[in-house]
């Protein structure tokens, strides 16, 4: 079982910037995706970002790119997205999520090909 534990969530004026951190626990193997999540209310979960540990590669939606960057701590087995420039739209429940599997296209995952989620850390931007 793969544990997964976020934190780094807060209320924040527009413009502002917060760090959000998943640290994995219980994985076994060194190939996997991660994912960062986000789900307003009355909203669907939509990805952020993602992260493929087989080559470091990244993704990052449209509606985030320029402002949000994935880094990694290998030796604390934490992802961290550090965010920038926030906008009130992006007020929402954040959730990282980790899976197995060297074959995957992380980019192409969604919320249902991921195993493992934390239990969301929650970012509030104010106008």
């Known amino acids: 079982q793969v544990q997964l534990v976020e934190s780094g969530g807060d209320s924040v004026q527009a413009g502002g910037s917060l760090r959000l951190s998943c640290a994995a626990y219980?994985?076994?193997?060194?190939?996997?995706?991660m994912g960062w999540f986000r789900q307003a209310p009355g909203k669907e979960r939509e990805a952020v970002a993602s992260?493929?540990?087989?080559?470091?590669?990244?993704f990052y939606a449209d509606s985030v790119k320029g402002r949000f960057t994935l880094s990694q701590d290998n030796a604390k087995n934490t992802l961290y997205l550090q965010m920038n420039s926030l906008e009130p739209e992006d007020t929402a429940m954040y959730y990282c999520?980790?899976?197995?599997?060297?074959?995957?296209?992380?980019?192409?995952?969604?919320?249902?090909?991921?195993?493992?989620w934390g239990q969301g850390t929650q970012v509030t931007v104010s106008s």
């Open positions: 992260f493929y540990a087989g080559d470091d590669s990244t």
């Open positions: 999520a980790f899976t197995y599997g060297g074959s995957w296209y992380c980019p192409g995952l969604g919320i249902y090909e991921y195993k493992y």
């Open positions: 219980g994985y076994t193997y060194s190939s996997y995706c």
